[in-house]
């Protein structure tokens, strides 16, 4: 068996890696490029190997730094099947074709407005083609053993608790296996159950989003009432950029669980994100996957009003009153959430909240690390607005998690492959798991190769 690591090496997004074994090609996730221009243009060159050498696809979660490359493989030459559990697959159904609507409004506004060096400016993929790339997707249970390619692969998906249908994926050739740990989530996370622990494998692919802290553990609820209270006793709004899947769902948990006890003023709360709204449904129908009950679920769906039209998102800025705004994209990437900064930034009486992890060099990153203007759409905003940023809110586990996952491996994999996440965080996971484990831990580089 053989890697090569095509993406979220030394950076959070991208996720790629290639397998091959017995002649048989896989692709263990297919995410965008997201951040840095110099990151962002890998999603425009030519693919490493050629597409249709590919024989699948293995997806461990829906979010667009994995899966959302899909469409462009597809549209150059790959067919093979792309499998995934039922969550994944019924969250990417609405993610993908959402994320191809977008990419041809931003070439539209830049070829409108001409702030784009492209002449003209297009999008990487379209909605259709999105559309499109779904016919491919094929849906497995957790917990059941697939032969994904006779005498070449088979895979294991199981949960790792980050959103809904996340999965840990263990893929063996039969001489060999290796186990990717995807995203993992929390374990004690108030809504996601968390995740399932594993015997492990003989090779080892491990996040390291937060591997280089811990995360707070002071109760979330208390300072997002002080933040939200704050801003309201001064007349302004809250604008929260969230991600669409997992991040604005926990949102809402946590302003219905203030409200419910009365922490915040009664302040009305409005979701702006059709795809955040959408994602929203599909929770309710996989209560097995998180801890809320059903009646809890419609309850914590019932605590916003959902903005859809166009009409009713730009009515939303003219507002005069004091309201709480969830909006995508959590890094302020692209979408609805654009033009509300626009709006809102200017003014010193709102606050711009960020719950997530904000990836080097995106909008969300260089406002939490103090820029006093931010282009938007080629305009300069200026900000003026407060900007915080809640840590303990993540949906990533932090290095202590992480080791506490990794003490239930029955034995040392052979070599421990650190990715998905800045150099820092990686380099100090690397250290955490050398000190404690006494395993063997590598730090790969982009497009480098093991042989397994």
Known sequence: MKITFIGAVQTVTGSKY????????ILLD????????ELRLRNWNNFPINPAQIDAIILSHAHIDHSGYIPRLIKNGFHGKIYCTEATKALCEILLPDCGHLQEEEAYLANKQGYSKHKPAEALYTEQEARDALNYFHAVNFGKKYVVLPDAFSIQFNRAGHILGAATVEIS????????????????????????????????????????????HENPLKKLAGCINQTVKRGGSVIIPAFAVGRAQAML??????????????????????????????????????????????????IATYINTVE??????QQNYPMILISASGMATGGRVLHHLKMFLPERENLILFSGYQAKGTRGDRLVSGETEIKIHGQMIPVRAQIEQLHNLSAHADYEEILNWLHHFQKAPAKVFITHGESNAANSLKEHIERELKWNCIIPEYL?????
């Open 18 to 25: 290639l397998l091959e074994s017995n002649g048989k090609k």
């Open 30 to 37: 297919c995410g965008l490029f997201q951040g840095q221009k």
């Open 173 to 216: 050739d039969g001489y060999r296996s290796i186990v990717f740990s995807g995203d993992l989530g929390r374990l004690s996370d108030p809504i996601m159950r968390p995740p399932v622990y594993l015997s492990g494998g003989d090779y080892l692919v491990i996040e390291s989003t937060y591997g280089d802290r811990l995360h707070h």
């Open 253 to 302: 948990y946590y302003l219905h669980e203030l409200k419910k006890h009365r922490c915040i003023p009664n302040v009305p709360v409005y979701l702006d994100s059709p795809l955040a709204t959408n994602a929203t449904h599909i929770f309710g129908k996989f209560n097995a996957e998180h801890k809320l009950t059903s009646k809890q679920t419609q309850e914590v769906c019932d």
């Open 312 to 317: 009713d998102s730009k009515a939303l800025d």
């Open 448 to 452: 480098q190769s093991f042989d397994l």
